[in-house]
């Protein structure tokens, strides 16, 4: 097959690691640097151009969009489904999973276990939307946050109500959330191809530290997940319509609860603390179902 991988650096531990795979596996591979695409928007013959080069023959794209890059990244894999190529998560897909509330209100409405959550805008509610979540202490955390900035924990009710405006005075959208306390700075990524769990591990936030975050200087290792985390994680990644994915859970004492849904969960923490050939599996995964012309959207919605 004529393998695609979106990613604007071909020497990410990711991007290399899923090149090395597909070569490994007889495929075609080209790494995409997707910001710097051109896009022929015409009905009966779009086409994708990197310079005056048309990206042609593709039977599969591997997405790897950067947190930044979110419209531009998501519009180019939009293109290719519309040229008909198989894309591994769809663009409706990471664009769902990208926005922190969408996510879970999606989630909740299928009854996946969450944090108490809430989302306010009018600064008169801030004092309703504490108490609806508990009272401290209280997580806040930017809707479009990546790798654990903007991600803070007010410890008393004062401070969540200067952590709150303070957000808002900047116009950034914000979510509250009852804190995990007995998760002890720990949360699971479960990684996620198909309907299965292939790896999970353990990332413990440093001494001192509430986000486990491998960016904040957290920890891996590896886990045995219960059944029930393995379900929640598989049912969150399904309900956003996303074949690869890394399920963040967080335990909390009454069960698994989802944090976080990630469409470009990154393969070096987990390959490393497993010793586990993820990305081999995510190319058989492709070889499976890219001949099939799996994309069900074609670049709608
Ligand atoms: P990001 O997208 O920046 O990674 P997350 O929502 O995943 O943001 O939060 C970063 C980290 O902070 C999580 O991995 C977790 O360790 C910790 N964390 C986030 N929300 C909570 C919470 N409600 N209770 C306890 N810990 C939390
Ligand atoms: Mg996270």
């Known amino acids: 097959m004529k393998i695609g991988i979106l990613s604007r650096n071909r020497r990410l531990y990711s991007t290399n690691s899923l090149v090395t795979a597909a070569e490994a596996r007889g495929h075609e591979v080209r790494v995409i640097n997707y910001v710097k695409c051109s896009m022929n928007i015409t009905s009966h013959r779009p086409q994708i151009f990197l310079g005056a080069d048309a990206l042609e023959g593709f039977d599969a794209v591997i997405p790897r ?9 998501t519009a180019v894999v939009r293109q290719f489904e519309m040229m008909g190529v198989y894309s591994l998560n769809e663009s409706v897909a990471i664009s769902r999973s990208r926005d922190k509330l969408r996510s879970l209100q999606l989630l909740a409405r299928r009854g996946v276990g969450l944090p108490v959550t809430g989302f306010a805008r009018d600064p008169e ?5 504490i108490k609806m979540c508990g009272g401290a202490p209280l997580v806040i955390k930017l809707l479009e946050g990546t790798q654990g900035m903007g991600v803070v924990l007010a410890e008393t009710n004062k401070a969540a109500e200067s952590v709150i405006e ?8 914000i979510l509250v959330q009852e804190f995990i306390a007995e998760a002890k700075g720990a949360d699971i990524r479960c990684f996620v191809i198909g309907d299965k769990v292939v790896a999970a591990i353990k990332r413990q936030g440093a001494e001192g ?6 960016h904040r200087g957290g920890h891996a290792s ?13 049912r969150a990644a399904r309900i956003m319509g996303l074949n690869v994915a890394g399920v963040d859970l967080l335990r909390a004492n009454h069960g698994p609860v989802v944090m976080e849904v990630n469409s470009s969960p990154g393969l070096e923490g987990i390959e ?9 599996q995510i190319i058989q995964f492709i070889e499976k179902n890219a001949p099939l012309g799996k994309t069900r959207t074609r670049g709608k919605g």
């Open 65 to 73: 969009i950067g947190a930044s890059q979110t419209f531009f990244g």
């Open 125 to 129: 509610a801030t004092g309703h939307l």
């Open 209 to 214: 530290e509430f986000r486990s975050n491998l």
């Open 272 to 280: 490393t603390a497993t010793g586990k050939d993820v990305a081999g």
């Open 166 to 173: 303070a957000f808002r005075g900047l116009d950034a959208n």
């Open 222 to 234: 590896v886990i045995k997940i219960t059944p029930e985390e393995r379900s929640a994680a598989t």
